[in-house]
């Protein structure tokens, strides 16, 4: 019940403080599995979809007051999918992953999405994880390891002085957190989608490969602000 009272709440339009509360005290709430049953339904899943900015709207990412709002609102998701059989079938009804690629496009070139991009990596990373059709939408239908190979590029600041070799400067300064994070995520994700990538049939393929091996080789020759976080991205 309580569930149901913060997502009535969300559902609708309140001030930005009330709806980033409501969305932390739901994510809490949504790491317990037997709270989740009654309230995965499409209509509760689509609240939640509507506060990420995952929906079919073209607008850009503008008003940075909403970019908590957003985040709290992803990360709920990801509690809800990792947790629930019913919620990982619905993302697929609800074209959760084509929603989530879209989201990537609009962070580019984006000032404070670092934890927006971050999170929905990681949402994209247990869909793939989570489900085999999903997964096989994203290589196929989505451009999938193209647009986590994007997003891996931009995490990594990759310079480029050949077609596939990238710049290596050995005074770079570490990653930051947030940027390692995101790269993590990004590696994560494309390691599900491309687990059955054994044989690579045409131009574009080989191309989009040759250029991803280039970012993994960057990346492990950059070093992250820890040594575990450091490890973790190797």
């Excluded at 509507?50 to 008003?63: H, I, Q, W």
């Excluded at 994560?188 to 989608?193: D, E, P, S, T, Y």
Aim: charged share 25%; proline share 3%.
């Amino acid at each position: 019940k309580l569930c149901e009272g913060i997502l009535n709440i969300l559902e609708k339009d309140t001030k930005t403080s009330c709806q980033v509360a409501c969305l932390e005290a739901l994510r809490i709430l949504s790491r317990d599995k037997k709270v989740l049953v009654p309230v995965t339904t499409k209509r509760n899943m689509q609240i939640l979809m509507r506060l990420a900015k995952l929906d079919t709207v073209e607008d850009p990412l503008e008003r940075v007051s909403e970019f908590p709002v957003i985040v709290e609102a992803l990360k709920c998701l990801c509690n809800i999918i990792f947790n629930s059989a019913v919620a990982q079938k619905l993302s697929l009804e609800l074209n959760l992953a084509a929603m989530l690629c879209k989201l990537l496009e609009k962070c580019k070139d984006q000032q404070f999405v670092d934890d927006i991009k971050c999170f929905d990596l990681r949402l994209l990373f247990l869909l793939s994880l989570l489900h085999t059709d999903i997964r096989s939408q994203l290589r196929q239908e989505l451009q999938g390891v193209q647009v986590l190979t994007q997003a891996l590029e931009s995490s990594l600041s990759v310079r480029w002085t050949g077609e596939y070799k990238a710049a290596e400067d050995r005074d770079r300064p570490p990653l930051s957190l947030q940027e390692t994070d995101c790269a993590i995520e990004a590696l994560k994700a494309l390691f599900n989608v491309t687990l059955d990538s054994w044989n690579v049939h045409s131009k574009n393929e080989s191309h989009q490969f040759r250029y991803m091996a280039a970012i993994l080789r960057h990346c492990l020759l950059t070093t992250g602000p820890t040594e575990d976080k450091t490890e973790e991205l190797h």
